[in-house]
């Protein structure tokens, strides 16, 4: 078991506060995500990280095609379902179609990246804690989170955007998000 001792940082989780201030917060928010996904990582593989900070996959797509694996397991399974097999085999087959859609492109992913995760003073991100699913991998991973668990705003778009406003390239940007949010949903659901 790992934890850190730290700074106390200013400010409160997001989730305590109004949709209307959330709504001011965003432009931190999405800077802080930017600085987490451009922070220098070194040399290292892909996925989840151990205590120490190591991943062991030596590919993205390898990471996911992990995902796929824990997916057919629980199709094949003896224990609880939740999801009958033809929509789980749906799932695994649009998993599969856009796993070649991402990128083997490394960065800094939170993983986690949610209100209940980020400190905040009212204008400024504060503190990003929570760091268990973090990982080294596609960016959009942490943009897939937000939209997923977030229904009143918009932050597939928000982040699109942002990122064609700074003239960064983003291809495949919806096949991406979707491929995460299957798994995001799939994973928290069902594991």
């Known amino acids: 078991m790992y934890y850190l001792i730290t700074e106390k940082a200013e400010g409160k989780i997001i989730d305590e506060f109004t949709k209307a201030e959330i709504r ?45 694996d824990r997916f057919e397991k629980y199709k094949n399974s003896n224990g609880k379902k939740i999801l009958e097999k033809k929509v789980v085999d749906k799932i695994l087959e649009i998993f599969k179609q856009l796993i070649p859609d991402c990128p083997e492109e490394r960065r800094l992913v939170h993983g986690d990246y949610g209100f209940n995760n980020l400190l905040s003073d009212g204008k400024r991100i504060t503190g990003v804690i929570d ?40 291809p495949n940007f919806e096949k991406r998000i979707l491929c995460y949010k299957l798994m995001i949903g799939f994973f928290k659901f069902l594991f």
Do not use: C
């Open 24 to 68: 001011r917060i965003v432009p931190a928010l999405m800077q802080a995500l930017n600085a987490i996904h451009n922070f220098p990582i070194g040399e290292t593989k892909f996925g989840d990280w151990n205590g120490k900070g190591v991943a062991k996959n030596d590919s993205w797509k390898n990471y996911l095609l992990r995902f796929l």
């Open 131 to 170: 760091w268990e699913l973090g990982k080294y991998g596609d960016f959009l991973f942490d943009v897939a989170w937000l939209s997923f668990w977030e229904e009143e705003l918009d932050y597939m778009t928000m982040f699109k955007r942002d990122y064609e406003k700074r003239n960064i390239f983003v």
